[in-house]
């Protein structure tokens, strides 16, 4: 229950940049989520009871948030996912580089 409400935050954080977009739906390897199935798992944030966990996803959760309200438009240039995921593996203090949902 509590991996639900952590969950839940930081996909409530995101919902809406998503509807923003007219997002309707977002690849998690070879399956597709609509945003249909995300808006149920966001209704379940709530915080967890262990009060690190806790301050460590709402961090995350504001700056998922912050960084999700920067993004105007989706990416759809050739590489531009691939940047993102390669991306996601450098240093967190480094310049950000493009990102599949450009803002």
């Known amino acids: 229950m509590h991996v639900k409400g952590c969950v ?21 390897g070879p399956t597709e989520i609509t945003i249909d199935d995300i808006r149920p798992a966001a209704t379940h944030a ?3 009871p262990d009060r690190v966990f806790y301050k460590v996803v709402r961090q995350r959760s504001v ?13 759809f240039r050739l590489g ?3 940047a ?10 480094a310049e950000p580089p493009p990102v599949a949902l450009a803002g």
């Open 8 to 28: 839940g935050m930081l996909l409530e954080a995101i919902v809406p940049a998503l509807d923003r977009m007219d997002v309707r739906s977002l690849m998690q």
């Open 46 to 48: 709530h915080a967890n």
């Open 63 to 75: 700056d998922l948030a912050a960084w999700s309200n920067r993004c105007s438009k989706c990416d």
């Open 80 to 82: 531009a996912l691939a």
């Open 84 to 93: 993102t995921a390669v991306s996601a593996t450098g240093p967190r203090d």
